[in-house]
């Protein structure tokens, strides 16, 4: 049973956030707390699929292994999001490995306690499917910009992503390496680094380490949709 600050986190997740407050106790009175060191394993690729997860606190990347051993990122998650539900849905096996990008708080869902919970509410279980319907075609989308924009649009696009803010100026800090990042955006490293000299040298922004600050959120904005 989680306690009601955890509960109130819980509620931030898209998966949750049309849930009345009765329905969203039933599902924090069968979740857990997990903590994960950095780099620490949460599940392999082919494990069971017999639980989903929310992010307290930290992040996860969900990578593939190439056959010459090499990381393909698939996606980079964050606090406040849910992952592996998908998978929970459908049953079978994980079809990624799921680790920590430092160290990570989670709350972990049992499978088996979550479909007893949607079998006996039915419109819990439309709520949630409506969710996912609309995170699979942010999936979508972001399969279409890998596909069609240069490196220089997507670099442009996940820093517009990663903003606290919709206009202005803002200031946020990278969430992964720049090597696991590139890896998300289908990119090689030394492409990232040189994407983020460039919007550097154009004033776009402004490079601190892993510090970034963006001047103007709309002229990168406008960056982003003008070049080629």
Not at 40 to 69: H, Q, T
Not at 202 to 213: A, C, H, K, T, Y
Request: aromatic residues 6%; charged residues 20%.
């Amino acid at each position: 049973m989680l306690n009601d600050a955890d509960t109130t986190l819980l509620r931030q997740a898209p998966l949750f956030s049309a849930l009345s407050p009765d329905e969203l106790a039933q599902i924090a009175a069968n979740a857990r707390s997990l903590e994960l060191e950095t780099g620490a394993l949460l599940f392999r690729e082919g494990d069971k699929a017999d639980a989903f997860y929310f992010i307290v606190s930290g992040g996860m990347r969900l990578f593939k292994l190439a056959p010459d051993g090499n990381e393909k990122v698939i996606e980079l998650i964050q606090a406040g999001e849910t992952f592996a539900e998908a998978v929970v849905f459908l049953g079978g096996r994980y079809p990624v490995y799921a680790a920590a990008l430092g160290p990570a708080r989670l709350l972990r869902i049992d499978m088996a306690d979550f479909i007893r919970t949607l079998k006996a509410n039915n419109s819990m279980a439309m709520k949630m499917l409506a969710s996912i319907s609309l995170r699979l075609h942010q999936l979508i989308n972001d399969v279409r910009a890998l596909s069609l924009e240069t490196a220089g649009q997507r670099v442009a696009g996940y820093l517009l992503e990663h903003c606290p803010a919709q206009s202005g100026t803002a200031t946020f800090q990278l969430p992964a390496h720049k090597n696991v990042i590139a890896s998300r955006l289908g990119i090689k490293p030394e492409t990232f680094s040189r994407v983020l000299a460039s919007l550097r040298d154009l004033g776009l922004i402004e490079l601190d380490g892993p510090q970034i600050r963006i001047p103007d959120l709309g002229k990168l904005r406008h960056w982003r949709e003008t070049c080629v």
